[in-house]
């Protein structure tokens, strides 16, 4: 989906692109992932079909994170640019992958499937707002991703790192 908006950001010329990364902007993009964005937001409705899906997107996620954070950084030395696109593209969208695969795991596991229509329409929606909030308000939407970040973590933790306890 955010890529899908970065593409259509750019040919309505509201986002300019890195040179690199201009095909983002073409109408071959635009189909390309127009369809991705169709086959993926169906396949959200169709548990099993989702998990599936979940398998590819995972890897796919932290990609495309990367290269919308490659895309938009211009004007410093490329090994800058793709070590900031690596750790913050790739690690927040591996963060954001992680906290919804969970989700609708335990949707799943919880209500045999039927939650996930809930879980996923609430995904779809935050995905559109942050995609189009990162046009428009680029520091909200950093500040609220990096919010939800910590939020995961903070969550996450102690499944991870198990209870530590402080004398």
Not at 90 to 102: L, N, S, W, Y
């Amino acid at each position: 989906m955010p890529l899908l908006v970065m593409n259509l950001a750019s040919l309505t010329g509201h986002l300019y692109l890195s040179p690199d990364f201009e095909w983002i902007g073409s109408h071959y993009a635009s189909i390309a992932f127009g369809t991705a964005t169709l086959v993926e937001v169906l396949a959200y409705y169709i548990p099993w079909l989702n998990h599936i899906l979940d398998l590819i997107a995972s890897p796919a996620a932290i990609i495309a994170g990367i290269i919308a954070t490659a895309s938009m950084v211009t004007d410093i030395s490329p090994f800058l640019k793709w070590t900031l696109a690596v750790i913050a593209g790739g690690g927040v969208a591996a963060i954001v992958q992680a906290v919804t695969v969970t989700l609708r795991t335990k949707s799943s596991a919880l209500t045999a499937g039927a939650g996930n229509v809930l879980v996923s329409s609430v995904e779809l929606a935050g995905s559109v707002i942050t995609a189009l909030l990162a046009i428009v308000l680029p520091v909200l939407s950093l500040i609220l991703v990096l919010l939800l970040c910590i939020f995961a973590i903070w969550k996450a933790g102690p499944f991870f790192f198990g209870r530590m306890k402080i004398k």
